[in-house]
């Protein structure tokens, strides 16, 4: 499975940005499809997932309530829309997947990723 993400950009705080996540390959394979991000000199930390077949969503809550992840499985294409943001919300955001169903909210629980895609929110 290629993963390509594209829709980071700079943005001012409240600001919207929506992230869309490609695949390609044996997307037939894939169980969750994730969103993580990561900060200079932080972890990588889980974002949102969605499972690939069933409509089951899972948020981390720093996001929740702002964030909005979504599929559009005719286009194998995932997408995150990020509303009110943030200076904090501020990283590299990556997409990934999944091929079995022991995640969805660890990066370890991911088999593929996609190039990252920077997010900058300016206060």
């Known amino acids: 499975v290629q993963l390509q993400a594209s829709g980071g950009g700079l943005v001012q705080a409240g600001g919207s940005l929506r992230l869309s996540c490609a695949a390609s390959?044996?997307?037939?394979?894939?169980?969750?499809m994730g969103w993580f991000r990561q900060a200079p000199g932080k972890e990588r930390e889980f974002v949102a997932a969605?499972?690939?077949?069933?409509?089951?969503?899972y948020y981390a809550d720093s996001v929740k309530g702002r964030f909005t992840i979504s599929r559009d499985n005719a286009k194998n294409t995932v997408y995150l829309q990020m509303n009110s943001l943030k200076p904090e919300d501020t990283a590299v955001y990556y997409c990934a997947a999944a091929k079995d169903g022991l995640g969805p909210r660890a990066p370890n629980d991911y088999d593929y990723w996609g190039q990252g895609t920077q997010v900058t929110v300016s206060s």
């Open positions: 969605i499972r690939w077949s069933v409509s089951m969503i």
């Open positions: 390959g044996r997307t037939f394979s894939i169980y969750y």
